[in-house]
């Protein structure tokens, strides 16, 4: 394998069918695959369910709320390419950031996100009435930003080798028991590892093509994180929580 796409997902399983629909429909290279790790979903997720060639789904068992940190680590352990394509379940990688990573030789390349909805059929759309119904601002369709939302630190093409010599996701930013604030989380902690590993070594970060995301949390227009079931249910308080059911 060249390339290792991971998801770390709980519940989602609207979401994870899309996307898997998505996927299938690019036509990739035999060289590419994909890991779902389900971090503790409820029911679990079950690879028959998926058709997707090279798909390896690997259960963490884990119900502990707020692990994703510690499932995506699993996903890399699993991964055969010496490139991975690390991304969350809300966001939608496209055919052009797939390749970019397919082909990348740098050391780590991030994604501009814009938004749109994947439809249950796994296409992309970006009409303003679909965007409306997913709870997209529609005013800020009006401003200089338009589509576009912002480049996220939890979406990234690295060398295998590279995210392990930064030590991967700290598990410990993975264990409050609650959401991490944004400076707690393990996305921020490994970007925090990169920039000084960048500087010392003189690397400059690549910019790939665009990617898309779900309008939800602070661009949907109630706050919601999980529009239409599609993701989870849990709570982004800073406050502990119960274990998973």
Known sequence: ??????????????????????????????????????????????????????????????????????????????AAGDYILCTDIDHILSKEAIMASYHYEGSKMIFPRYFAVLLEDGTLSQEPEILEEYGMQMER??????????VHGNTYCMKKSTFWDLGGNLEARSLFGRHAGSREGEDSDLNSKWNHYAAKNGIQISVGPAIYMFP????????????KGLFHDLSQAQETQPLKP
């Not at 390339?3 to 035999?30: C, E, Q, T, W």
């Open 141 to 150: 369709l009006q401003t200089r930003r338009g589509l576009y939302a912002s």
């Open 216 to 227: 939800i949390a602070r661009y949907h227009v109630t706050g919601d994180f999980n529009p």
């Open 1 to 78: 394998m060249k390339l290792s796409v991971v998801i770390a997902v709980y519940n989602s399983h609207g979401a994870v069918a899309r996307n898997v629909k998505h996927f299938k429909a690019m036509d990739l290279p035999d060289d590419i695959e994909f890991i779902i790790v389900d971090d503790g979903s409820n029911p679990p997720h079950k690879i028959e369910d998926y058709n997707l060639p090279n798909l390896k789904l690997h259960q963490t068992n884990d119900k502990r709320p707020w692990t994703q940190g510690i499932a995506r680590n699993a996903g890399v352990k699993l």
